[in-house]
């Protein structure tokens, strides 16, 4: 297996490079192994570790996943999966989504250790080693795979940000506007939305109960 220094490097004020690992898909799978707490993505014949995230990061994971799954309890149209699944979009690429969502009418494209195919909603939270890869890398990967909606969420102080992207008839994202309130609502999940305000509020809003009143809501 080749190796290489993992040392991270700044390209700008804001956006920190990890150098790739050149791997077999069998080798990432080998070099993966939870129990000794790796991350990554395997691209093209390429790992790219992922480094440490802030507690904001593993509180917005956290919270979108409990406000989906209890979006998804009362209302259950799709299945939610976590960090540690895999979504092979194409053949040389496994990425891992902090959270992606497959509609029960997508069931056939779900495997016992991965996703294989387009999800229909996928949620990416920025990370300083991130940028690229989530708002450029990806935003082509997963529109050219056919993902229905895009979700970014830019947690880093002074850059807090949500963007919502909808696949439109020629196959290209489209940013979705806020409403006159302020909430991005997605067409994958009928009345589930996201208010940027979050990002910045010291607590998160209850996630669960929120999650419920917005399933409730749709009907």
């Known amino acids: 297996m080749a190796t290489t220094?993992?040392?991270?490097?700044?390209?700008?004020?804001?956006?920190?490079?990890?150098?790739?690992?050149?791997?077999?898909?069998?080798?990432?799978?080998?070099?993966?192994?939870?129990?000794?707490?790796?991350?990554?993505?395997?691209?093209?014949?390429?790992?790219?570790?992922?480094?440490?995230?802030?507690?904001?990061?593993?509180?917005?994971?956290?919270?979108?996943?409990?406000?989906?799954?209890?979006?998804?309890?009362?209302?259950?149209?799709?299945?939610?999966?976590?960090?540690?699944?895999?979504?092979?979009?194409?053949?040389?690429?496994?990425?891992?989504?902090?959270?992606?969502?497959?509609?029960?009418?997508?069931a056939d494209r779900i495997e016992e250790m991965r996703v294989r195919g387009a999800a229909d909603l996928v949620v990416e939270i920025i990370s300083p080693d991130s940028v690229t890869r989530d708002r450029r890398d990806k935003l082509a990967e997963y529109a050219a795979a056919g993902v229905p909606e895009y979700?970014?969420?830019?947690?880093?102080?002074?850059?807090?940000?949500?963007?919502?992207?909808?696949?439109?008839?020629?196959g290209r994202y489209e940013r979705t506007a806020v409403d006159i309130d302020g909430r991005l609502a997605t067409r994958v999940l009928p009345g589930l939305w996201l208010d940027a305000a979050w990002l910045t509020a010291a607590t998160l809003p209850p996630a669960g109960k929120l999650g419920t009143e917005m399933a409730l809501s749709a009907g």
């Not at 490079?17 to 014949?45: F, I, K, L, N």
């Not at 994971?61 to 799954?69: A, E, K, Q, T």
């Not at 939610?80 to 992606?100: H, K, M, N, V």
């Not at 979700?151 to 020629?170: C, F, M, N, T, W």
């Open 5 to 106: 220094s993992l040392t991270p490097t700044y390209v700008s004020d804001d956006e920190l490079v990890v150098p790739t690992v050149r791997m077999s898909y069998d080798e990432y799978q080998e070099w993966y192994d939870r129990g000794a707490g790796r991350r990554g993505e395997w691209v093209d014949g390429e790992v790219i570790p992922f480094m440490s995230t802030s507690t904001r990061h593993g509180q917005l994971v956290w919270f979108l996943i409990h406000l989906i799954g209890s979006y998804l309890e009362p209302r259950p149209i799709g299945e939610a999966f976590p960090p540690e699944i895999e979504l092979r979009t194409r053949d040389g690429s496994a990425r891992q989504p902090d959270l992606q969502v497959v509609l029960h009418e997508h």
């Open 151 to 170: 979700l970014i969420v830019d947690p880093r102080s002074g850059r807090e940000a949500v963007d919502l992207y909808l696949l439109d008839a020629e």
